[in-house]
């Protein structure tokens, strides 16, 4: 079946820093795929729809500034957090659909700690 | 504005007993999914549901999905400790390749 790879699981950064979080497609092509973030015993929350080739749509109240969205390939779309701050901490969680099926794959998500 | 909404949000039962999780939306749906998800991790996908008026069973868990195609419910019979975590409705809403997650159903079973 399709899996979905992020790295990095864990990340502790200082305050002020960038982050970058990687979403790799393993074995299909994703001309989509989407970055949500959860807060604890919260549900996932849609960011931004990440469109290879063109700029991400971020939704509402989402600032695309702080999370840069790239999606340079056909399987890799990266999140970057910028000038991070504690508020940031939180799971972030990518997926991707395989055009060939109507399953959206998830990653295992990536628990960024801002200190 | 949350286009699923999910209830309960909490759920705290007994070993043994039944419960019945709601997914509720304005919004028509060519397909939702249900998901758990463990602390830490990724949602794990338990069922797809097409068909307006279908009912999924997956072992002791019924899915269904409304006739209008707007609403969908899970319901778990007898309950087991490892059955808890958070359920998750979610689908694309209108047709669109945007998807979404429901409000979430944290639930607890104790034994």
């Known amino acids: 079946g399709a899996v979905v790879s992020q790295h990095p699981s864990r990340v502790i950064c200082k305050s002020g820093t960038s982050v970058k979080i990687e979403c790799r497609s393993l074995d299909f092509q994703a001309t989509t795929m989407f970055w949500y973030r959860q807060f604890p015993k919260k549900s996932l929350m849609l960011m931004a729809t990440s469109n290879e080739g063109s700029k991400a749509t971020y939704e509402q109240g989402v600032e695309k500034d702080k999370f840069l969205i790239n999606h340079a390939s056909l399987t890799l779309s990266t999140l970057t957090v910028t000038s991070a701050h504690p508020e940031d901490s939180s799971f972030y969680i990518c997926?991707?659909?395989?055009?060939?099926?109507?399953?959206?794959?998830f990653g295992s998500g990536t628990r960024l700690t801002v200190v | 504005t949350q286009l699923l909404e999910q209830s309960p949000q909490f759920l705290s039962i007994q070993e043994g007993e039944n419960l019945t999780v709601y997914c509720n939306s304005s919004s028509v749906f060519s397909s939702l999914q249900w998901y758990r998800q463990e602390p830490g991790e990724g949602p794990v996908l338990l069922v797809t549901?097409?068909?307006?008026?279908e009912v999924k069973k997956l072992k002791r868990l019924t899915f269904q999905f409304g006739d209008a195609r707007k609403d969908s419910s899970l319901h778990i019979t007898a309950a087991q400790p490892g059955d808890t975590g958070l359920y998750l409705c979610a689908g694309a809403p209108g047709g669109t390749y945007k998807y979404i997650f429901g409000t979430g159903t944290r639930l607890k079973v104790l034994a």
């Open positions: 549901v097409v068909t307006g008026g």
């Open positions: 997926s991707a659909r395989d055009p060939l099926d109507s399953f959206y794959t």
